[in-house]
């Protein structure tokens, strides 16, 4: 069974920074790309970040760039979006998600495992 359970969300100030983590059980993080999305309320769920299987390429929605970073750690089996100068428009719930298939994508319909959801809210 496939497990991904997301931490570390909570309440920060405009400017703050938080750490996500995702531990993934059941399938290896190593092997699979992993992607970051997040959904705000009355929006449609939208791409974040994503981490080739590999761990060469990162891609990352222009409204986070330079101040969201992905990463993995292959031994933990944790996915992981650090995220600096945090705004009140990164408000929302946050989700991890497993891609089985190879190469790497922006697409949700593209994932087929997800976790639970984590909430982040930023206050101005």
């Known amino acids: 069974q496939v497990q991904l359970v997301e931490s570390g969300g909570g309440l920060v100030q405009a400017g703050g920074s938080l750490r996500l983590s995702c531990l993934v059980s059941g399938l290896t993080v190593s092997t699979h790309a992993m992607g970051w999305f997040r959904q705000a309320p009355g929006k449609e769920r939208e791409f974040v970040a994503a981490n080739s299987w590999t761990g060469s390429s990162q891609y990352y929605a222009d409204s986070v760039k330079g101040r969201f970073t992905i990463s993995r750690d292959n031994v933990k089996n944790s996915v992981y979006l650090q995220m600096n100068s945090l705004k009140p428009e990164d408000t929302a719930v946050y989700y991890c998600?497993?891609?089985?298939?190879?190469?790497?994508?922006?697409?949700?319909?593209?994932?087929?495992?997800w976790g639970q959801g984590t909430q982040v809210t930023v206050s101005s």
């Open positions: 998600a497993l891609d089985l298939h190879v190469g790497i994508s922006t697409t949700p319909s593209r994932y087929e495992y």
